[in-house]
């Protein structure tokens, strides 16, 4: 099972970034995907999720109407879509991949950092 995130790095506020997420050795098609994030010193916060079938996605209140989450079954992938990044925004992006019906199946890539800097 591999998840590997990319797509991070460093960028101004109100700039935009889309991070990736490409899994591989599970049946992706089967799995909600979430993306959290965790800043230093700071709690793991889930920003989004989305349904195995695409039809139901959820963010976190600090994100909403900004980023965006969506995935691709027939690639195996998921797409974070960040718009009007803020300061606070700046943490290391994790995705999560979770089976629909075992919550213990749960996959993490090793994530990929974003840094929101004048």
């Known amino acids: 099972v591999q998840i590997v995130e990319s797509g991070g790095g460093l960028v101004q506020p109100g700039g935009s970034l889309r991070l990736s997420c490409i899994t591989s050795g599970f049946t992706f098609a089967h799995y909600v995907v979430n993306w959290h994030r965790q800043a230093p010193g700071k709690e793991r916060e889930l920003v989004a999720t989305?349904?195995?079938?695409?039809?139901?996605?959820n963010y976190a209140d600090s994100v909403k109407g900004r980023f965006f989450i969506s995935r691709d079954n027939a690639k195996n992938t998921s797409l974070l879509q960040m718009m009007g990044l803020k300061f606070e925004d700046t943490a290391a992006y994790y995705c999560?991949?979770?089976?629909?019906?075992?919550?213990?199946?749960?996959?993490w890539g090793q994530g990929t950092q974003v840094t929101v800097s004048a």
């Open positions: 999560n991949a979770v089976h629909t019906f075992n919550a213990q199946e749960s996959y």
């Open positions: 989305i349904g195995r079938l695409s039809n139901n996605a």
